[in-house]
């Protein structure tokens, strides 16, 4: 671990690449592996605006991925490769969250 940049939390070099669905899990989007790979088989994730073909797509970071959950869309823009699931705080620093602040417009906009 000497002469890694822990301060994001990722402990991966930047440019690396990974799995779509050990992305997936090592974000803390979905709680297990398994559950991350039937989610993208089943369709439900688009990486770059594109259906992902499979779990075992390479994403890295600046791709952006739209998941659809069972109560939630979310875009999440990956900010690096994960080298471990470790806490929300750890996972939050892999991506940004670009689906945040989305929600209905204030009530003077729909005039």
Same mark, same amino acid.
């Given at each position: 671990?000497?002469?890694?940049?822990?301060?994001?939390?990722?402990?991966?070099?930047?440019?690396?690449?990974?799995?779509?669905?050990?992305?997936?899990?090592?974000?803390?989007?979905?709680?297990?592996?398994?559950?991350?790979?039937?989610?993208?088989?089943?369709?439900?994730?688009?990486?770059?605006?594109?259906?992902?073909?499979?779990?075992?797509?390479?994403?890295?970071?600046?791709?952006?991925?739209?998941?659809?959950?069972?109560?939630?869309?979310?875009?999440?823009?990956?900010?690096?490769?994960?080298?471990?699931?470790?806490?929300?705080?750890?996972?939050?620093?892999?991506?940004?969250?670009?689906?945040? &602040?989305? &929600?209905?417009?204030?009530?003077?906009?729909?005039?």
């Amino acid at each position: 671990m000497a002469g890694r940049d822990l301060s994001k939390g990722s402990g991966a070099p930047a440019g690396e690449r990974q799995r779509l669905d050990k992305w997936l899990w090592f974000a803390r989007v979905v709680k297990t592996r398994a559950l991350a790979s039937k989610l993208v088989t089943a369709g439900h994730v688009r990486l770059n605006g594109v259906r992902a073909a499979g779990p075992d797509k390479p994403v890295r970071p600046g791709d952006v991925l739209t998941i659809a959950l069972e109560r939630q869309v979310r875009v999440l823009r990956v900010e690096a490769a994960g080298e471990r699931r470790g806490p929300y705080e750890e996972a939050r620093w892999l991506y940004t969250d670009l689906s945040e &602040g989305e &929600g209905p417009p204030p009530a003077d906009a729909t005039h």
